[in-house]
């Protein structure tokens, strides 16, 4: 939807001053927050919410976990909107070694997936030692009936499987 603006505005502050968040882009029950002061660089591109259900899952998650630190005890992912973009961080930690950490930005949730632009490592664990590190779009899923999205690159480093789970 496009609100009326004066016409002393250019149009491309038009566009980009007055066009409204669309509803899909919202938690369900309220708008996303307005948007702060712009960024430096490249702006990135808002988030798409294909699926409200799990819009609402992934905001109210249950944590994270990679299975080289522990199932049994989920490391914590925040999401939350900034403007009309999505953003997640997460992060699992085991004392005496082992670290998760993932941050970036969710580009689309559909029904049974997510996207995610962003960041993630993997610090001295199995093996002290290992870092992997990644920035790239990543694609998580719900399979076979399961209560958590799962990284669907499963060696995406060095040919061990890492299997990160955001539960709901």
Known sequence: M???CPAAFAASLLLAACASVPADRAPPGAMPPPSGAAATGPTPVPTRVLDRAALARLI???GVTLQWIDWNTRGSANVRWQGDMLLLTAAQARSGGGRLFLDGVVEEVGPDYFTFQGTIRIDDTPDAGRRCEANKSWHFAVTQGRPYWRLREFEWCDGL???VDIYF
């Open 161 to 163: 499987t890492d299997y």
């Open 60 to 62: 109210a998650n249950k």
């Open 2 to 4: 496009i609100r009326l």
